[in-house]
């Protein structure tokens, strides 16, 4: 199972930016299809950001336009840039990593607050 950890989370004025960071160990990361999640306090969790071995990425509707997944396979980073934040965009933000088996590795997730 790959370690996961996530960093870049805090308090951002709406229309902010924020940049996510999720590191990853071991040396097959550039086989693994990245995602972040996010989870809003009593709400479930919900895909935010995808992004495949060929870079190919997918975006929930509410983010399109506004946030950007990348990946660094020489760094074994994912990131998640956030522009244009709104109280909505408000969550515990969680890397998440599937291998070519399908199974999954979570990290301990980064606070995101949007608020003025």
């Known amino acids: 199972q790959v370690q996961l950890v996530e960093s870049g989370g805090g308090l951002v004025q709406p229309g902010g930016s924020l940049r996510l960071s999720c590191a990853a160990s071991?040396?097959?990361?550039?086989?693994?299809?990245m995602a972040w999640y996010r989870q809003a306090p009593g709400k479930q969790r919900e895909l935010v950001a995808t992004i495949n071995s060929s870079d190919s990425t997918d975006y929930t509707d509410s983010v399109k336009g506004r946030f950007t997944i990348s990946r660094d396979n020489a760094k074994n980073t994912v990131y998640l840039q956030m522009n244009s934040l709104t109280p909505e965009d408000t969550a515990v933000y969680y890397c998440?990593?599937?291998?070519?088996?399908?199974?999954?590795?979570w990290g301990q997730g980064t606070q995101v607050t949007v608020s003025s």
């Open positions: 071991g040396s097959s990361f550039r086989f693994y299809t």
């Open positions: 998440n990593a599937k291998n070519v088996f399908g199974v999954r590795s």
